[in-house]
């Protein structure tokens, strides 16, 4: 029998033939023998590594060095979450004086760590930016009775460590909650609003019901099952528990060409260099966690299928309503259209939920700020990795920017810095970020609602409750008591993504020898040259797989979508469901009701009465506001001027006395514009120099970054008069 371990296997020169120079067929039949024998290595590897990383007591990919803080594990109500500081690596400064960043990890499916997984993430970005970093992540199992509402309360309870942690911080934590992560962070915000700086949401699916006819067809997929029922026979499968391979799942159905082909196909194309990213990545994609079936199933019932988070409906176990109205924090909405899990209209749809129109939002004493990105995907959102890096960069070098913004809706536009940009030394990064003011119609235009699409929706949820209930009342009681925890053992091993781990493991008999074969392949390599025809005609297969794949994927959500909307855009469907006639909304609107418009009306009243009450200091920020409105909105450039003239000018406030004056003198403007300029005469101090000083500055700050408009400028004559120092008009540009 041949022996396939021999040397001339590998070498190219002992093929028993003329050495391959001119035989294009014998070259690639070499190579690609080889690129097997590395790929089957690389996969044994993976096995081995998947086992040894799921057998540590807390896995996780953080590419730093992290000291536990807090073990969720010892409240009052345990937790399986952990709050741990991220050690900065050698060359980075921390400033302690610097608001701390809290990175809040997805527990969707996988296990923690992608929000630090490389030095670029969100983590090593704002450590580079001198901040301290605390990550939360999480152990693989959830506690017992572990509720949604628990977790909430343990991430507050961290927020109030890390506060207390860095006592003379400028500022409240920064949040930044990643994908599943981003709407548990705003849930504890909306409950715990006084202990939150600004909260960073990167594709956080938080208006489920959201989307546009013909693209990311997911959020069919609660309909086309019948509801949650099934949620809650795979819980009862897993005996009480559900695997987030199953989640994981979900991810890879929506391109299957990369799960099927892609992923594997790199791999062994490229294997030579391609192996350790490949490996690093699967470290995290394959490390899957649990959740309580009691999770899974509020997680369900309350977002994917009652998308209730965005209107405003759910109300916790001690009768606090869970209302994104009551966050005080700034909001930062970075979602992608790349991104086909959380689309920019799942991501910012919550916006169109909850408020008639921008002036809404102020009245609620919001600053929701959003970035909506070309082309990254939904994972390059968090590890913030080449194309998403300057929008992290941006945000976390210009937070406290964001945190002192007046209340209203901004777009973050981002422009490469260029060495004749006006006063480019007051540019932070190689970016400068202008947060310009939006309004409900731009936010509108970019989720697209539906009415029709959400009677749909409304129908769904009705035949979820319907078949739930019918779900625990006759098959519940019967599996349950048929699943013991082997059982469920043993369906775990047997799941699709738990297989090819065992099929490739060391134990494996198909993969004996195969780490000494791919040691010799390694030692006589022989790679084929690029002009290759052979190697381009694998390549061309491969395009045409992908495409073949691709278009059964298309032809799959066209006929997903074409049901679901035949289904539930039924009116008899609707009809025995129990929605009622077309004129009934199907949903409530939050921003209608008349506990949220006597609310308006009383901030409204006390804003009036304390229109001339104050002094320079708030005739000179109302100045600044009324002349910035002319404008295309603040960038950082003026906010480093804007730094220097608070710690000049405002007698010892610190950022959250100076962000409240800031949103009080805005909202006066917006109220009454006319009484309120009327009014900063009656501000001013009579000494005419104090009153330059702070012209001076309010000039100066407008200026600086060489986008004085015509409008602004009119203004700032007429800020010129009131504070009575004559008429002296600037140059555009100055």
């Known amino acids: 029998m041949y022996d396939v371990t021999s040397k001339s296997v590998f070498d190219p020169f002992e093929l028993g033939s003329t050495r391959p120079n001119g035989n294009a067929l014998g070259e690639y039949w070499v190579d690609a023998f080889q690129r097997t024998i590395l790929f089957w290595d690389v996969m044994r590897e993976r096995s081995a590594r998947y086992y040894e990383h799921k057998a540590m007591p807390v896995p996780n990919v953080l590419s730093f060095d992290a000291e536990l803080v807090l073990d969720g594990r010892s409240l009052e109500k345990p937790v399986n979450y952990l709050l741990v500081r991220a050690v900065p690596p050698a060359g980075v400064e921390i400033d302690q004086r610097k608001r701390p960043f809290m990175v809040v990890d997805p527990r969707a499916g996988h296990g923690p760590g992608i929000g630090g997984f490389k030095a670029d993430s969100e983590i090593g970005v704002a450590m580079g930016a001198g901040h301290p970093c605390y990550f939360v992540g999480f152990t693989p199992d959830p506690e017992p009775g572990q509720t949604i509402e628990d977790v909430m309360r343990a991430e507050a309870v961290f927020v109030e460590r890390v506060i207390e942690l860095h006592p003379h911080a400028?500022?409240?934590?920064?949040?930044?909650?990643?994908?599943?992560?981003?709407?548990?962070?705003?849930?504890?915000?909306?409950?715990?609003?006084?202990?939150?700086?600004?909260?960073?949401?990167a594709g956080a699916p938080i208006s489920y019901w959201a989307g546009t006819r013909g693209a990311n067809p997911m959020r069919y997929t609660g309909g086309l099952l019948g509801g949650s029922w099934l949620t809650a026979l795979t819980s009862d499968l897993g005996n009480g528990k559900f695997d987030g391979s199953w989640l994981v799942t979900n991810f890879e159905n929506q391109n299957p060409a990369n799960t099927f082909w892609t992923k594997q196909y790199n791999l062994w194309s490229k294997v030579d260099t391609e192996a350790e990213r490949f490996l690093d990545f699967e470290k995290w994609w394959g490390g899957h966690v649990n959740l309580n079936a009691e999770e899974i199933q509020w997680i369900v019932d309350q977002l994917f299928v009652g998308n209730r988070l965005a209107t405003a409906e759910m109300t916790t176990t001690d009768g606090v309503r869970v209302d994104l109205r009551s966050i005080r924090s700034p909001i930062v909405c970075f979602c992608s259209k790349g991104d086909n899990i959380t689309p920019p209209e799942q991501a910012l749809g919550w916006i169109v939920d909850l408020y008639e129109d921008e002036n809404d939002v102020r009245a609620c004493n919001q600053t929701i700020v959003y970035a909506v990105h070309e082309s990254v995907g939904h994972?390059?959102?968090?590890?913030?990795?080449?194309?998403?890096?300057?929008?992290?960069?941006?945000?976390?070098?210009?937070?406290?920017?964001?945190?002192?913004?007046?209340?209203?809706?901004?777009?973050?536009?981002?422009?490469?810095?260029?060495?004749?940009?006006?006063?480019?030394?007051?540019?932070?990064?190689?970016?400068?970020?202008?947060?310009?003011?939006?309004?409900?119609?731009d936010v509108r235009a970019i989720v697209r609602p539906n009415s029709e699409d959400d009677r749909m929706f409304a129908a769904v949820r009705k035949l979820s409750e319907v078949n739930l209930g019918l779900y625990r009342t006759l098959l519940q009681p019967l599996i349950q008591a048929t699943v013991t925890e082997q059982t469920a053992d043993l369906l775990r091993k047997l799941q699709p993504s738990e297989i090819p781990y065992e099929l490739f493991s060391t134990d494996s008999p198909a993969m004996a020898g195969v780490a000494k074969l791919a040691q010799e392949v390694r030692e006589h390599r022989a790679s084929v040259g690029k002009d290759n025809p052979y190697l381009q005609l694998q390549a061309a297969f491969s395009e045409q797989l992908i495409a073949a794949l691709d278009g059964a994927r298309d032809f799959n959500e066209r006929l997903s979508e074409q049901v679901f909307l035949a289904v539930f855009g039924s009116p008899l469907v609707q009809a025995l469901l129990g929605l009622r006639a077309n004129d009934e909304p199907p949903r409530r609107r939050p921003g209608d009701e008349p506990e949220e418009l006597a609310f308006i009306e009383k901030q409204i009243a006390d804003l009036k009465s304390r229109i001339r009450s104050g002094g320079i200091r708030e005739a000179t920020v109302r100045s600044l506001l009324y002349v910035g409105r002319g404008g295309r909105g603040p960038d950082e450039r003026a906010f480093a001027l804007l730094r220097k003239m608070r710690s000049e000018h405002s007698e010892g406030l610190d950022l959250q006395q100076f962000k409240d004056l800031v949103r009080d003198q805005y909202f006066m403007l917006m109220l009454d514009e006319e009484r309120s300029l009327a009014a900063i005469p009656d501000l001013l101090p009579d000494d005419m120099i104090e009153r330059r000083k702070n012209f001076d500055a309010v000039r100066q700050l407008v200026t600086v970054a060489g986008l004085v408009t015509p409008v602004a400028e009119k203004r700032l004559e007429r800020i010129e008069g009131l504070f009575g120092i004559g008429l002296t008009a600037i140059a555009s540009g100055q």
């Not at 920064?174 to 962070?185: P, S």
């Not at 715990?192 to 600004?198: A, K, N, S, V």
């Open 379 to 441: 994972l390059g959102i968090f590890v913030s990795g080449g194309v998403a890096r300057k929008e992290h960069q941006e945000f976390a070098s210009n937070i406290d920017l964001i945190d002192v913004l007046p209340p209203g809706i901004y777009e973050a536009v981002m422009t490469e810095k260029t060495a004749d940009m006006p006063n480019a030394d007051l540019v932070s990064g190689d970016w400068l970020v202008r947060f310009e003011p939006r309004t409900l119609a």
């Open 170 to 201: 400028e500022g409240k934590p920064c949040i930044i909650g990643n994908c599943q992560a981003g709407w548990a962070v705003l849930m504890m915000a909306a409950t715990r609003p006084e202990i939150c700086g600004p909260i960073i949401v």
